[in-house]
T-cell receptor, first 111, second 116 residues
């Protein structure tokens, strides 16, 4: 059974600091997705990572995928308050037409 | 391009009733997935449909059912509602041949169901 674990589950940080959210998964997959959810809102796609070594960046967020380690990271650089949200990673079950989701990391960035 | 729409946005029902939620995917998307989101259980997969066929179902009781129409619009139904069914129900559509498959999912705003 594929399991996806995110850590930390909760992160409170100061503006201007850097931090990394980790997403580990338990079986072979080379497709991983990051989503953001603002309080009371729906999910928004951030990154689609489709191969080992894939790296994507958007503003202060950078995501990477290491399929051999079964690990993806979401790095936040010089955090700003607007990045406060819950971040989810999801892994593709190739033949199962289903994404397996992490529990989410609630990120609070204090001014 | 219009996004994923879900109706209704909010719903209050009593135990024992049934409810039908609707989802219209982005034009051209044939894969529709449904999720239940609660503070305690997080985001849980309900079903995935592609071209009117349910190809996968999550670990939910038979009270939860769904269907997809030829225009890719989808509905989910919950019968004999229980208090624990109170949740945000999210629908997502994708351009791929199924959930994931290298394509991002686009989520609707959700239907917030409260069961009293």
């Amino acid at each position: 059974e594929l399991k996806v674990e995110q850590n930390p589950l909760f992160l409170s940080m100061q503006e201007g600091k850097n931090y990394t959210i980790y997403c580990n998964y338990s079986t072979t997959s080379d497709r991983l997705y990051w989503y953001r959810q603002d309080p009371g809102k729906s999910l928004e796609s951030l990154f689609v990572l489709l191969s080992n070594g894939a790296v994507k960046q958007e503003g202060r967020l950078m995501a990477s995928l290491d399929t051999k380690a079964r690990l993806s990271t979401l790095h936040i650089t010089a955090a700003v308050h607007d990045l406060s949200a819950t971040y989810f990673c999801a892994v593709d079950m190739d033949s199962n037409y289903q994404l397996i989701w992490g529990a989410g990391t609630k990120l609070i960035i204090k001014p | 391009k219009a996004g994923v729409t879900q109706t209704p946005r909010y719903l209050i029902k009593t135990r024992g009733q049934q409810v039908t939620l609707s989802c219209s995917p982005i034009s051209g998307h044939r894969s529709v997935s449904w999720y239940q989101q609660t503070p305690g259980q997080g985001l849980q997969f309900l079903f995935e449909y592609f071209s009117e066929t349910q190809r996968n179902k999550g670990n939910f009781p038979g009270r939860f059912s769904g269907r997809q129409f030829s225009n890719s619009r989808s509905e989910m139904n919950v019968s004999t509602l229980e208090l624990g069914d109170s949740a945000l129900y999210l629908c997502a559509s994708s351009l791929g041949l199924g959930a994931g498959q290298g394509y991002e999912q686009y989520f609707g705003p959700g239907t917030r169901l409260t069961v009293t």
